[in-house]
């Protein structure tokens, strides 16, 4: 009878046990998190929507574990601030490019803008497998948290290159015109360049673009492509417009995670990630193909845009820059040398 009871007791301890296991179990697989992630770009901005999609992806990919609601520029801080606001966990994701923290370190250009394309390096396609393939994803890794020191988990995605050569308010006939002008220039190696043509780069952020060109501050800039710029309504203060940029031949978007909330996440969902952000990659290249095509009929037959041709003799002093600028001896050294390198 006691041995029957012990082996009743057992029974009941092991089934309990087990029934704890499997409701622990559930609970983990539950649980739910969800995160705020900050843009750099403007609401409404085709790369909203791609990062929509992504979150969308996450959400049932995870089943519903993983919500990232996703929140246009400065709805928490400043598109330059996303970093450290990562990296303090202010908020759970940001997006923009990682030249945006050239301020901190030179290499940043290198991963979201060299200079490649543009007759001194990789076109868009093979900086992306040097990415996903080839050691750029361990480089990449490294300048975000070793030589950043930020606890991020990054991602490239969604993109949303080459760039337009940009906007106007009186079309450069000349080289000499295009490098007389106040331009708007995306910060990084794009600047550098343009200033060792001769130019007058000026960095800003989308959002202060047009109450710069308003105000006489700006002769013309660049923002993004033909969808962005439709988007941001650059039309309105600026008529004259170039599709022939060379300066982000490549342009590749990033979103950087905070690391604990990164780190708090399950394997699986972890896993989801990495699969919904090299997704991003294939729906960003294909839809700015689709976009861009639109956005270029509306601005020329409805917005009355003049498209021109990049002024003679561009192409030409943009890549004996460049490739001046390539060079590692010149600008690279240490770690910076070496992505160069492997780019």
């Not at 041995?3 to 009743?8: E, F, G, H, P, S």
């Not at 999609?53 to 400043?78: F, Y």
């Not at 080289?175 to 190696?189: A, E, F, H």
């Amino acid at each position: 009878m006691r041995k029957q009871l012990a082996k009743t007791i057992k029974g009941i301890v092991g089934l309990v046990a087990l029934v704890i296991l499997i409701a622990g179990g559930s609970s983990a697989e539950a649980k739910q998190f969800k995160w705020k992630l900050q843009s750099s770009h403007p609401a409404g901005a085709p790369q909203i929507v791609l990062l929509q999609r992504m979150a969308d992806d996450i959400d049932r990919m995870s089943a519903g574990r993983l919500k990232i609601e996703v929140l246009a520029s400065g709805a928490i801080v400043k598109p330059f601030q996303l970093l450290d606001a990562v990296n303090k966990g202010i908020v759970e994701v940001g997006q923009f490019w990682t030249h945006y923290t050239m301020g901190k370190h030179p290499a940043g250009s290198l991963f979201s803008s060299p200079l490649g394309g543009a007759g001194s390096g990789l076109d868009m396609f093979n900086h992306l497998s040097w990415y996903l393939q080839g050691e750029g994803r361990d480089l990449y890794l490294e300048y975000y948290q070793k030589i950043l020191n930020a606890d991020v988990m990054p991602f490239m995605i969604a993109p949303d290159g080459p760039e337009a050569f940009g906007w106007s308010r009186v079309q450069p006939k000349t080289l000499d015109d295009y490098l007389k002008m106040r331009y708007r220039m995306s910060s990084g190696l794009s600047s550098d360049v343009l200033k060792d043509m001769g130019g007058t780069p000026v960095n800003m952020h989308g959002g202060e673009i047009i109450p710069a060109l308003e105000r006489g501050l700006l002769d013309g800039g660049e923002w993004i492509n033909t969808a962005s710029d439709l988007k941001l309504g650059l039309y309105d203060v600026c008529k004259n417009y170039c599709l022939q940029g060379l300066h982000q031949a490549i342009g590749i978007q990033d979103i950087i995670i905070n690391g604990k909330a990164w780190r708090l996440l399950p394997p699986d969902i972890q896993a989801i990630i990495e699969c919904a952000t090299t997704k991003s990659i294939i729906d960003g290249l294909m839809f700015f193909i689709e976009e861009n095509a639109k956005a270029l009929k509306i601005l020329v037959e409805e917005k009355g845009v003049n498209v021109f041709d990049a002024p003679p003799g561009y192409a030409e002093a943009f890549i004996k820059s460049a490739k001046t600028w390539a060079d590692p001896s010149r600008i690279l050294s240490g770690k910076v040398g070496r992505v160069r390198r492997c780019v």
